[in-house]
């Protein structure tokens, strides 16, 4: 069978729901291939092993939640300052539950990676390069705080959105104030 990038994202990104949907113990090349809606070892073909598929889950998943260019560039001219940072923050986490799927995958693979050190290998690489990517932007945008902020800000983050993707703490408050209040008491005001 030739292999393709548009059926290789097909399978992964049915491989994303399977996860979501049924965890990591649901997560098998039969049910991926049942998800896809393609032939029984089309998944196999791509992903010999579930470590080459947990490979390409997270690749997919790095590339689904990334932030577009425009996204980027539509910051890139704006002058460096807390509310700046906030709206870069608003956005990562408007990405994470845009996809709610995408997210709670990436949680499984999380929790899958404290009981399976391969899978936890394949995600720290991911998740340092892409707290390096931030802290990059931030200090190329002259937004304020360092890496330490950016680390509390990952962890602040994650919280907020597993948080909005199970069972909301405060419903009510939205979640824009939330950031906002993040943003506040972690990120100290310049001079």
Do not use: C
């Amino acid at each position: 069978m030739a292999r393709n990038e548009e059926r290789r994202r097909k399978i992964t990104d049915a491989a994303i729901d399977v996860l979501a949907r049924d965890g990591a113990r649901g997560l098998t090349h039969r049910a991926v291939d049942h998800a896809a809606d393609v032939p029984q070892g089309t998944t196999s073909n791509y992903f010999r092993s579930r470590d080459a598929l947990i490979a390409g889950l997270v690749d997919r998943i790095a590339e689904r939640l990334a932030p577009t260019d425009a996204d980027l560039a539509a910051r890139a001219g704006e002058p460096p300052s807390r509310a700046l940072f906030a709206e870069y923050l608003r956005d990562i986490v408007r990405r994470l539950t845009a996809e709610p799927a995408v997210t709670l995958a990436l949680f499984e693979l999380r929790l899958e990676g404290t009981r399976r050190p391969e899978v936890a290998a394949v995600l720290s690489a991911w998740q340092r390069a892409a707290f390096d990517a931030d802290v990059a932007f931030n200090t190329a945008a002259g937004l304020p705080g360092g890496s330490r902020e950016i680390a509390l800000f990952h962890y602040a983050v994650d919280g907020l959105v597993f948080d909005r993707l199970t069972s909301p703490i405060d419903p009510g408050t939205p979640t824009d104030e939330i950031v906002d209040a993040l943003v506040a008491g972690l990120l100290p005001e310049r001079d």
